[in-house]
Every structure is written in C-alpha cells, then in structure tokens.
C-alpha cells in the first residue's frame, strides 16, 4: 500500500505501472492476433481467441495487482458467487464513470467469460489496445444517426448486419456482452435536460439490446444485471488512481432472459420494441430504488471481493 505517498505521486505510479502492464501483456496478444489474421480456418480461430482471452485475464489481473498496491479502496460487492465461466452472459450496467470499466475488471475477471462491449469504428486505431480489442473480438460499430439515414436510406439496418456477424464470434467461446443502455455516462446535467424518471439513472436505450438477442438470443440465456454506487460521487480516472476513491459498492443479480424477447426483428417490429423497453423499464425502476438503498448504506458491513 503506498497510501502514506501525495496523492498526485500515487496516480503517476499507477498510471506507469498500467502503461507497463499493458505494453507488456500487448507482446503476447500480437502473434495469436496476428495469426488469427493470417489464418483462415475457424477452428484455430478459435484457439487463437481462447488463448488471446487467457492473455487478456492475465493483463486484468496485472491492473488489479497496481490497484491493491496504489489503492485504499474498500469493496463491497454481493451476487458475485452467482457468476461461472463457461456461460453466455448479457451483462447490464448503470455508468457514471469510465472507472466503471475497472470495477467491472476487479470483479467479473476469471469469474465470468471475458467482458467484451461494443466499441466506435475509429477505436481501432487506439495505439497499442486497438489490435487487441481486435483480436479479443470487439464488436467495432459505426452507428448512424437519424439524420444520416434520412439523407442515406441504403444505409438503414447496417447496424444489425453488423452486429449479427460480430456476435457470430461469440458462438464458439464463452462471453459476457457488456452494455452500458444509459448509452453515455451520468450527469446532473444530463439527467436533467433529459428528464429522466428516475433519480439516479438516465433512461435506458433498448436498441443495442435489442440487435444482440436478435443476432444471439438463442446462445444467451442469462441475463447480469450490474448496479455500481460511488458513496463518494462519481470519480473521473485520474481521482481513481490518486487513491481518492475510499469505497465502491456493487450488486450483481443473474436472471433469465424472457424467451419471448430472443431472436426478435427490434428494427421491424413495434411489439417487440415496446416489450423490450417495457422490461428494460421495470429493470431500471428496480436499479434505480436500489441505488439509493446502496447510497444509504455506505460505510457500513465488511467490504468483500478482496482481488
């Protein structure tokens, strides 16, 4: 534990050692990835994203070994017994911060397949990482906006195709399918220009949802729905490294995906889009009431989840 250090002195240590662990970790993933590439039959495909997945737990767990030596930390998380590897996951979040993204790490790595969420076209060319969110079978989307495809008709249902061929992928390995549904990160501000009917929550986006169980719904059957409460407010990444995050909690509750919502046209049917957002709805409702109860409770029971 370096909490005796200044705080600025802790987040330059962190951030290096993330920047080490990833260049070092990045070495290994290349050749299956670049095999991966070159060669075309799927069963060594396979292989190949088996063992970049096995490269890829080990750099998490490269991340949480910094995060318990720079880190005062106290977690507090429940459901996570629930979860097991060989599994077909749809995983739900609410999202406040990107450090959302490291909670998540710490908890599910080697409990659950690998998390894999969808990610902007251009974040291919992210140095370094890109090629690995490649070789880990990232979904790369370029999403169109409303008023793209008015002016560009031909362009309409891109999106499904391309999800479809992406969650092809995810047939032959385990895999958690992340998806924040807010579609962007809480704010105050953002809260109130949307007029969200929730308290602590924007309203749930059903569309990405809804094009994965349509391409996936027969592979997937559970569905992980992760609630994540900072007692302290909402950290931005640098606040996190620094050591000025004290306590997080998170409870993860696995049910069962409604057969009714699988494998469903959510572009071509109006039934279908309003079930999907009424159930999204009761799932939020439910989030929303148990984030206050987590908020209320903070600094209270015995953190849990040591990595």
Known sequence: ??????????????????????????????????????????????????????????????????????QR??????????LERESWYLVLSNHQSWVDILAMQWVFNRRAPFLKFFLKKELIWVPVIGIAWWGLDFPFMKRHSPQYLLKHPEKRGQDLATTRKACEKF??????????????????????????????????????????????????????????????????????????????????????????????DYAKDAEYRRQLKDWLGNLWREKDQRLERMLAEAGKGEPSVSR
């Open 171 to 264: 047939r032959f390995t385990p895999v958690s399918v992340m998806n924040f549904v807010e579609g962007t990160r809480f704010t105050p501000e953002k809260h109130r220009k949307q007029k969200s009917r929730y308290q602590h929550l924007l309203q749930p986006k059903a569309g990405g949802v809804g094009f994965v169980l349509d391409a996936m719904g027969d592979a997937m059957e559970t569905l992980v729905d992760v609630t994540i409460a900072y007692p302290g407010g909402a950290p931005s990444f640098w606040d996190f490294v620094c050591g000025r995050v004290s306590e997080v909690r998170m409870e993860i509750h696995t049910h069962p995906i409604p057969d009714a919502l699988k494998g469903r």
């Open 73 to 82: 930390t106290r977690w507090y998380v429940t459901g996570a017994e629930e």
């Open 1 to 70: 534990m370096l909490g005796f250090l200044p705080k600025p002195l802790i987040g330059v240590i962190a951030v290096t050692l993330l920047i080490l662990n990833t260049l070092f970790w990045a070495l290994f993933l290349y050749i299956p990835a670049l095999l991966k590439l070159i060669v075309p039959h799927k069963g060594f495909r396979v292989g190949c994203t088996r063992l970049i997945i096995w490269v890829a737990e080990n750099w998490v767990a490269g991340n949480n070994a910094w995060m318990r030596l720079t």
